[in-house]
């Protein structure tokens, strides 16, 4: 097994939806962050064995998304793309597919990435309508084109929009994300305060130059639009909750706002990067992926729990032994509960099949440099963000290792290890 570099990373600042990008396609975000990927990495005319990512929201047009980006951009048209879809974890995903493919020797290099826009969401017609519109296509002639809108009604036309509800329960996300916060005695103070360091670590890494060449200007923005740098705590508490407006605790300031942006990170083999003189800024080295039975009761976002579980029995590793954090901030609520559940006996007993609870992580050393709350959460593209912005902590900060929790819709959850360059051992588990 060889070990699986990162190299780095580079996205286009998130932007709330209907704001800055509501022009902008998939297509069209996930070329430019593409094109600054290959920029930072001097790969015009590069052949990159594989490039995976793709899309959560998306049209009938985008099947081919990750092929027409490489098309579309500075590599050589010889770059096989593979379009795939895990929800919030996609580009995640992607990277660990790729991951497992230079570890085993089948490629030497690759591109995860995603690209999200609910501004440019797909408005279909009802499946009636569309039926009609299929058998006109095949009707010859006058009178069975005449026949095909028999029994037609008005309200065929009405457009069907993008639901956010989850397909077997008829809930949202955030009103799934309330039954959890009320589950585990989730606070609205403690939300809010996470979103408030969320805002408030985030815009420090802007002011340090952390985010320098993580983020490249497009469309004319130049950072992300949602982070909010002048975060007040008695401001957000004045918002009414939003999911469950009796009793709830989710509001607007606690939970990602709908968002587009893109985002790439490039991974090879050791070999690879010495090649082309390529600093390793961190290696991949154990990933996993894991679901919950959320439609008989369990929690939509509890997944990740079961997958960090999972890596660290694979790695031999304790929850406290670990230098970062990166819990992606779906809702603050679900960070806050899945926090708790690893603290819990009774859940990391009977769920996770442990003798004990995986304990407590150092809080200073969660989402160090802020996350999804204040920095937007364009679905796909979330999973690439948090690989650039750990592999580089790992690299600039000198930590041994970091772990990357990301929940998704449908009850799922993928998990990664990051090891630091200059601590990585030798080859092991699953990735290396």
Not at 180 to 186: H, L, R, S, V
Not at 372 to 377: K, M, P, R, V
Request: some cysteine.
């Amino acid at each position: 097994m060889r070990r699986v570099a990162v190299l780095g990373g580079v996205r286009i600042p998130f932007c709330r939806s209907h704001t800055a990008y509501a022009e902008l396609s998939n297509l069209d975000m996930l070329t430019a962050a593409l094109a600054g990927l290959i920029d930072r990495f001097s790969l015009n005319g590069a052949h990159i064995d594989e490039v995976v990512g793709g899309a959560v929201v998306t049209h009938a047009k985008d099947w081919n998304l990750a092929r027409e980006v490489v098309i579309g951009s500075a590599l050589a048209p010889t770059t096989p793309a593979i379009t795939m879809m895990q929800a919030c974890g996609t580009s995640l995903q992607g990277a660990l597919g790729l991951g497992a493919k230079i570890a085993t020797g089948q490629i030497d290099c690759g591109i995860a990435l995603g690209s999200d826009t609910t501004s440019d969401a797909p408005i279909v017609f009802k499946r009636s309508f569309a039926q009609r519109l299929v058998q006109l296509s095949r009707a010859r002639s006058f009178g069975e084109k005449l026949a095909v809108f028999k029994g037609f009604t008005p309200a065929e036309l009405a457009p069907q929009p993008p639901s956010t509800s989850e397909p077997r329960t008829g809930l949202s996300m955030g009103e799934h994300c309330e039954l959890m916060a009320k589950e585990w005695g989730i606070t609205r103070e403690a939300e809010d305060l996470l979103a408030y360091e969320s805002h408030k670590k985030a815009a420090a890494a802007y002011d340090q130059g952390f985010m320098d060449d993580l983020v490249i200007p497009c469309a004319g923005v130049f950072r992300d639009n949602n982070l909010r740098e002048d975060i007040s705590l008695e401001k957000m508490a004045e918002l009414k909750p939003v999911f469950d407006r009796a009793g709830g605790t989710i509001t607007a300031a606690n939970s990602t706002p709908l968002t587009d942006g893109a985002s790439t990170v490039l991974l090879a083999s050791e070999e690879w990067a010495a090649k082309r003189n390529l600093p390793v800024q961190a290696y991949l080295t154990f990933g996993r992926t894991a679901a919950v039975d959320y439609v008989a009761g369990e929690g939509l976002l509890m997944a990740p729990t079961v997958a960090v579980s999972d890596l660290l029995k694979e790695s031999n590793l304790t929850l406290q032994d670990f230098d970062y954090y990166e819990i992606h901030e779906a809702f603050a609520a679900q960070v806050l509960a899945t926090l708790k559940a690893w603290e819990s006996d009774d859940y990391c007993r009977n769920r996770l099949g442990r003798d004990r609870a995986l304990g407590s992580i150092d809080r200073a050393k969660l989402n160090v440099k802020g996350s999804s709350i204040a920095f937007g959460h364009p679905f796909a593209a979330t999973g690439a963000r948090i690989l650039a912005v750990l592999a580089k902590l790992l690299h600039t900060e000198g930590g041994r290792r970091g772990l990357i929790s990301v929940c998704t819709a449908g009850g799922m959850g993928v998990a990664a290890i990051l090891e630091g360059a200059g601590s990585a051992g030798p080859a092991q588990g699953t990735m290396a």
